[in-house]
């Protein structure tokens, strides 16, 4: 997915572009990939720090049939991360608990994302000790499977 592409090579301008040009025809899209990128246009929001506007986005339920899915982790980790920036701690720990145990339990390649999100949380709440655990979580997984970018991050 390109717009994918442009937010993980930080160009969140044209990543915004391409998810809103998708999302203008909604007649096109089954469920999944309306809220893939509906999921998708909230975390280019939150990255741009339009919070509010990230988690309104966010607001509705996802339909049952989503449940579990990527699309439900990713939205939960937003939640979350929207929550954590807004300063709703409690909040922003039951999305982010809720996305540890959906990767934990069916997609385990994004529990270094959501390691990453809770140490951030642990960060903004000035719990040092525990960001910091987290973060060297994170920095574990990525190395265990060999994926690069977690260093740059300035915990490698």
Do not use: C
Request: charged share 25%.
């Amino acid at each position: 997915m390109q717009a994918w592409s442009s937010l993980n090579r930080g160009d969140l301008n044209q990543a915004f572009e391409k998810v809103n040009a998708v999302l203008q025809k909604p007649a096109r899209l089954d469920a999944y990939w309306y809220w893939k990128l509906t999921a998708l246009k909230a975390e280019i929001l939150l990255r741009q720090r339009r919070t509010a506007e990230s988690l309104a986005l966010l607001k509705p339920e996802l339909p049952p049939s989503l449940a579990g899915t990527d699309v439900d982790l990713w939205r939960k980790m937003t939640l979350g991360m929207g929550n954590a920036y807004d300063l709703n701690f409690g909040d922003a720990e039951r999305f982010l608990g809720e996305a540890d145990v959906l990767a934990r339990t069916k997609h385990a390649d994004l529990l270094g994302e959501v390691l990453l999100r809770k140490g951030t949380l642990a960060w903004l709440q000035h719990d040092f000790p525990t960001a910091a655990s987290r973060y060297h979580a994170a920095l574990r997984f990525a190395r265990d499977r060999r994926i690069s970018g977690v260093e740059p991050l300035g915990i490698g």
